[in-house]
């Protein structure tokens, strides 16, 4: 099989790899770059505990000096890979993997009167202060990173797709869905595209594929052990 990887780097290289490691040839063609946001300041007061939502901000948090005097605090991640990525020191609380998992987690855990600092991106795929408003959770945000949509498909993405040399491409995030349909329109290969299997990790990431009328299909679980099993369903 010929699958399209999509995610961010470096996660698009260990998945590449892990394609090879079973037998498939991979493109890599990140449809967002992470960057930090080295300026950005943590919200001044006392907090109760952390949450983390997503492995880059894991990761752009593992790289700050303020950790070391919130390394304290009670950690709660979305997920298994997220609280992989946590920085040294944490032992995280870890939720079923997606924002209404978190949530919940957070909801039977966290009195009312708790201060929650919440790490993330500039965009965020679920919103906890609106969510935990109402259970009397005050949440403040600490934006440590952006992603930055790639300008164009690279020219091996394009001519791949031309000469129907992707079966299929692994989609972990609506953004980078949404993302790759635009750029494949931009370069007139959306029709090629449309004759590619998209392997999508959940219905919110195959929405912007399926607008566009390209096939989809969604892992019975939103990880990446679940979209390789669709390879081989």
Sequence with gaps: MRVLVTRPQPDAAATAARLVAAG?????????????????????????ALALTSVNGARALAARAEWAGLRHLALYTVGW??????????????????????????????????????????ERAVDLGAALEGDGIAVELFTLYRAVPAPALSEAT??????????????????????????????DVAEAFGRVTHLCFSPKVAAPLAAAGWPVRIAAAPNENALFALLSA
């Excluded at 967002?32 to 946001?37: F, G, K, N, Q, T």
């Excluded at 394009?158 to 494949?184: M, Q, V």
Aim: proline share 6%; with cysteine; charged share 25%.
């Design 158 to 187: 394009i001519s791949a797709a031309r000469e129907g040399r992707i079966d299929a491409a692994f989609h972990f995030s609506p953004r980078t869905a949404a993302t790759l349909a635009a750029r494949a329109a931009e370069a």
């Design 81 to 122: 890979r997220t609280a992989q990525a946590a920085p040294e020191g944490a032992v995280p609380h870890i939720a079923g993997g997606d924002g209404a998992a978190l949530i919940a987690l957070l909801r039977e855990r966290l009195p009312r009167g708790t201060r929650l600092l919440h790490v993330c991106g500039e």
């Design 24 to 48: 498939h040839a991979a493109l890599v063609d990140p449809m967002l770059a992470v960057e930090a946001i080295g300026e950005a300041r943590l919200p001044e007061g006392r907090f109760d």
